[in-house]
């Protein structure tokens, strides 16, 4: 009976350690941790999923060696070391992405080096990794990834629409074919501009920052819209 | 040109045209934390301008004397998170020793520098360009010095901001990201000066 | 005393245990990458290359030296190498790779010259600042509206003026072999 009320429990510790950080403790959205590679890698679309994926694997890898070695780091070193680890996990990713995907690697350029410093990942290192197990480690690393990349995709199609007037696929991740999806601005075969309503002010750093403020403004409207609609149903139910 | 105008011109540009938090989005972590209150902006900006001239002056030296020889220069971003988070703690330690004063300023905002991007992306971002010492130099002074202006700044508008009435929705970081984004675009128009 | 000493002792063996681990792995990792990395670039001089001449081939100019620092209007740049470009035979023209510093960064770009001047340009690599408009906007504009250097304008001013001299020195260099011939 009690292994059975223990798994229940531990299954549900699970769930929340891989839910939580994807919407309701989004780390961008929500926790607004990692700003940095968020306004400044949403650009385009590709850029985003690329630097998510990598974020994601680095979070993960670091989340899992962290909690593994928890009980063998002592205390009075614990931020050298997970700095150490996150750092070579990063070099790895560098190393790795520079060899595969070069142009990934090129457009990301500096902001790779700086997930070393990214408050998530640091952050999730010293508030979780180090004092859960392995699994959960794990999961909320997958989970933060997750998170993260949808959160940096948003604001990227976002951008890229309104600045550039078309998604572009296919110029990073070079193994699809390029493809140019006309919706603000379309351009016939010789690169005459038929029609063209994109503002190239949100390619450039204003346009990060007003994207971001206006989604952090839209979720506090949906926030506050909630909470007026549950003090109403509480008053009706008072009635 | 000679090298000391190249120099003061890195300064500059690299202070006004190029700033690093409204172009680049170093730092923005603190910027957004810190920048609500003018004194401890100038804390941090004064840590900031501190950790990062001071890195660049040491890791510079490793990478170009140390690592190129030795023909690891891959491992730059282990060496120089090391060195930034060894040298926040000496700071840090130094600083308390001598000026206790000093320490009550910027005592706090020591253990946030290390993972200010700022500091690792100005050290990377130098060595990755291939700056030569005094180019490195010039760019973390700017840069740091820019950080400071505009974190300064910043605090004072939302010092200011908190006095009006704003839609419930925007209140707090949105609409410090409003302003940023207008700060943004009003460094925007330097960009000139470069000519 | 003794316990302080044991603690010390464990922190510092342990630091330096997953010092030299990761040191292992990245070496280990470069080790693997390190050839496909080199191929890259080689890749990326050759993509440019195709840039500048569609459907060419290239040969290297072996007689070519390297030359380091040449001063030009507001930078010193490097002329690299030089390719000589043929389609069926026919000498379409040159191309030099340059490489010069401005105090944002490094640019490693090829400039193909023949007898009307100055033709495309490509960059092979650029460490400018990251959202520098001078690849998209820059080159873009020169590349396809066949103007000349000077009047095309663009945000990045300091790099434009980078790009203007690396491109001079190649064509100066072209004059002076032509003149010699």
């Known amino acids: ?239 | 040109m000679s090298y000391l105008v190249a120099f003061l011109l890195a300064i500059i540009s690299s202070t006004l045209i190029d700033n690093v938090v409204l172009s680049r989005f170093y730092g923005i972590c603190s910027f957004i934390g810190v920048g609500n209150k003018t004194k401890s902006s100038i804390g941090m900006g004064l840590a900031v301008t501190f950790v990062t001239v001071f890195a660049t002056i040491i890791c510079w030296p490793i990478y170009n004397f140390l690592l190129i020889p030795a023909e690891i220069p891959y491992m730059d971003t282990v060496v120089f998170i090391l060195v930034i988070a060894s040298l926040v703690q000496i700071v840090g330690y130094f600083i308390k020793k001598k000026s206790p004063s000093l320490y009550k300023t910027l005592g706090i905002y020591l253990p946030l520098i290390t993972t200010n991007c700022a500091v690792l992306g100005v050290v990377q971002g130098n060595t990755d360009s291939g700056l030569d010492f005094g180019m490195s130099v010039a760019n973390a002074l700017g840069t740091s010095i820019g950080f400071f202006i505009v974190i300064f700044l910043f605090a004072c508008i939302r010092e200011r901001l908190e006095g009006y009435k704003v839609p419930k929705a925007l209140k707090g970081v949105p609409i410090a990201l409003f302003v940023a984004g207008l700060m943004a675009m009003a460094f925007l128009g330097l960009q000139g000066v470069a000519g | 005393m003794k316990e302080n000493v044991k603690i010390y002792l464990r922190a510092a063996i342990v630091l330096s245990s997953i010092g030299a681990v990761s040191a292992g792995v990245i070496g280990a990792v470069n080790l693997i990458t390190k050839d496909r990395i080199a191929q890259n670039e080689v890749n990326a001089t050759n993509k440019a290359l195709a840039d500048i001449y569609e459907n060419a081939s290239f040969v290297e100019d072996s007689e070519f030296e390297k030359q380091e620092g040449v001063q030009m209007d507001n930078f010193k740049v490097n002329l690299l190498s030089r390719y000589e470009a043929k389609k069926e035979e026919e000498l379409l023209g040159f191309v030099y790779k340059t490489s010069g510093k401005n105090s944002y960064g490094e640019i490693v770009m090829l400039v193909g010259i023949n007898e009307q001047g100055i033709g495309r340009i490509s960059f092979v690599s650029d460490t400018q600042t990251y959202g520098s408009t001078l690849e998209d906007e820059y080159l873009y504009k020169y590349n396809n509206n066949k103007r000349e250097l000077d009047d095309v304008s663009c945000g990045a001013t300091y790099g434009a003026k980078l790009v203007k001299d690396m491109a001079k020195a190649a064509e100066n260099d072209y004059l002076s072999r032509k003149e010699g011939k």
């Open chain 1, 1 to 239: 009976m009690k292994d059975l009320a223990y798994r229940e429990e531990a299954r549900a510790r699970h769930k929340e350690s891989f839910l939580a950080p994807i919407i309701k403790a989004n780390p961008l959205f929500v926790m607004l941790l990692g700003t940095c590679p968020a306004l400044a890698v949403t650009k385009s679309l590709e850029a985003a999923i690329g630097m998510g994926i990598l974020f994601t694997f680095v979070l993960t890898c670091s989340n899992v060696l962290v909690s593994s070695l928890r009980k063998i780091i002592p205390s009075e070193v614990t931020t050298p070391s997970y700095i150490v680890i996150i750092a070579t996990f990063v070099t790895l990713v560098k190393l790795l992405t520079n060899a595969f995907m070069p142009e990934l690697y090129a457009t990301l350029g500096v902001f790779l080096s700086l997930l070393v410093v990214n408050c998530i990942v640091l952050g999730r290192s010293e508030a979780f990794a180090s004092k859960n197990t392995i699994f959960d480690s794990f999961l909320d690393g997958i989970g933060n990834g997750i998170g993260f990349t949808w959160a940096i995709s948003l604001m990227a199609i976002i951008r890229e629409i309104l600045g550039t007037g078309m998604m572009t696929f296919g110029k990073i991740f070079t193994f699809i074919p390029l493809i140019k999806l006309p919706i603000l601005k379309m351009v016939d075969a010789s690169n005459e501009i038929i029609y063209d309503y994109s503002i190239s002010l949100f390619q450039t750093p204003v346009g990060a920052f007003l994207v971001f403020g206006a989604i952090l403004a839209v979720i506090a409207a949906i926030g506050n819209l909630k909470a007026k609609k549950a003090k109403y149903k509480q008053k009706e139910g008072n009635k």
